[in-house]
């Protein structure tokens, strides 16, 4: 079982930064991809970022390429999202998540944290 909870959201005006953090409970963390979806008011919960159980190797969906980094701390059980030059269509509802193999499909997650908001302004 792994718990995970996510911190850092909030409101930040067009071209700003934030970042958010996910502490995952439980001893295995390490063996887990580990991702971030978002879900905008009214949309589905889409793909952001993964990354590999040793965090050697990353995805990110292409409207976030170059403004977004993905990164883990196996030590701390921490997953963290840098977000860079945000933009209005940024804003949504982000979800930390854990599987135990890499797939951009929400349904292909066994865990999930309860969100974090984030609002960019324009």
């Known amino acids: 079982q792994v718990q995970l909870v996510e911190s850092g959201g909030g409101l930040v005006q067009a071209g700003g930064s934030l970042r958010l953090s996910c502490a995952a409970s439980g001893r295995t963390f390490s063996t887990y991809v580990m991702y971030w979806f978002r879900q905008a008011p009214g949309k589905e919960r889409d793909f952001v970022a993964a990354?590999?159980?040793?965090?050697?190797?990353?995805y990110y969906t292409d409207s976030v390429k170059g403004r977004f980094t993905i990164f883990r701390d196996n030590a701390k059980n921490t997953v963290v999202l840098q977000m860079n030059s945000l933009i209005p269509e940024d804003t949504a509802v982000y979800y930390c998540?854990?599987?135990?193999?890499?797939?951009?499909?929400?349904?292909?997650?066994?865990?999930w944290g309860k969100g974090t908001l984030v609002t960019v302004s324009s």
């Open positions: 990354v590999h159980q040793s965090g050697g190797v990353r």
């Open positions: 998540a854990a599987a135990t193999y890499y797939s951009r499909t929400a349904d292909a997650m066994a865990y």
